[in-house]
């Protein structure tokens, strides 16, 4: 890496830490310390880019080079535009900037283009672009926090997490941005006291639904809580439905109007069933567990003569493709559908229609529930959704003893999951640091807000084994079985990792189902 543009980018995270600490109103110099060295040891050591880098590098040549009714039908590049319209836009913002940097880099025939000023142009807008990410933890630190020191582990957790730091800032995507505006839409709708607050909100979700639709994995709670806490009890429930229904229209109409001889294109992009069942590198959830059940009955099946042939790669290439079960029924996209509304029921009911008085941290709890039933039952899950669970969480670990508990092991196993993603060798030790830090670090801080240790026995020894996990596949697989199996590590830390995840749904659900049935005592006793 050129000494100049490490020192550019070392000005520029230390210009964006100190700006994320103003905003945050914060005084404490030990955190922006801490921020700062995290970042900076990150951004100055690493010098890569993934596919995805290529994929925005393609989006800004895309909306900069073609007039819009060709944006959603170009493919030119197998990395097509498949993100919704205000993405579209926030892509052609940023190509109005790159043009002043390197304009080959907005040339539609440049595929794989990645000089070393479009590199940096691309990591700084991901830089920058964080700052809505720090403004929407201050705003919803605002609405849920008394405590100075519990608001300020709250942002412990959220800025120095190591899940945007591998997918966005090596990786290359943009989710703090849009995290960004998930955190600032449920601090909006949680002011329920504030009728102005909670239709900002609202149009703050649609908003998000619009730059990336895999927030609609959260709607269901949305949905819910708008209804239960603005329009229902209060008398006006046409009114206030209606002017729900026409902010969200307007910013449809916005969002999808310029584009409406194209909207078949942009649905068969934004819902690409054709794709599989699970993503190139599975998503730790229930379907790693199905596939690999599917592939362990197969084996038996052959060995009992029950069946003749086994694939011995089926859905282990690695390969974006539909796939044909073995032995398990094969599921199909409306199966996935019905187990993801099913897994969300029980949370949307208690949230709608429960008696007591329900709060936003009950808003908050059932989006986290839907979060991770959509990741554990959705159709093509990308490993990255595990954030939309995670980084909500973090709210109410800082207040919450059993939130604190899921939450260490749900943004242990998480975490980890994404190691892959930074496939480099040279990347080994840095992805290790990162996990056993992550580990360390949450475990100390949550155990001191709640002044004792949080992890039962069985869960303890489950977090540790995830750093060995890492080390066999970053280490050890090469070591024992060279350049054969090569998709074997990857499964593996989705198997285990996915345990982990799936057991954080079953623990959300526990403690949500027991705080419900304590409210209903203390109600009959009342």
Known sequence: MSPVLMDVGVVIWFVIVNICTFVLRLNSVLLSKLSFGYIFFIECIVHIYSTDFEVHRNWLAITYSLPINEWYINAKSQWTLDYPPFFAWFEYALSQVACLFDKEMLKIDNLNYASPTTIYFQRTTVILSDIM????????????????????????????????????HIHFQYNGFLLGFLLLSIAKVSKTWNQVSMLQGAACFAILLNLKHIYLYVAPAYIVWLLKSYCINNGQFFKRIFTLAAIIATILILSFGPFINQLPQIISRLFPFKRGLVHAYWAANGWALYITTDKILSIIWKYLGWIKIVKSAVMTGGLVQEEIFIVLPTPKPIITFILTFVGMLPALYILLCKKYAITSKHFVRCLVLCALTSFIFGWHVHEKAILTAIIPLCVLATVDINDARIYIILSSAGYTSLLPLLYPDNLTPLKLLLLILHIFSTNLILQYQFKKPLLYLHEFLYIS??????????????????????????????????????????????????DNDNKKRRTKKE
């Open 465 to 514: 084994v995830l750093p060995l996990i890492a080390i066999y596949e970053s280490v050890l697989h090469k070591d024992f079985f060279s350049d054969n199996l090569p998709f074997l590590p990857l499964a593996l830390i989705s198997i285990y990792c996915a345990i982990g995840i799936i057991y954080s749904w079953f623990l959300s659900y526990y403690y949500l189902l027991c």
């Open 133 to 168: 990410f720090a403004y929407g933890i201050r705003e919803l630190g605002e609405v849920f926090y008394k405590s100075y020191n519990s608001y300020c582990i709250f942002i412990f957790l959220s800025l120095c997490n190591i899940g945007l730091l591998i997918v966005d």
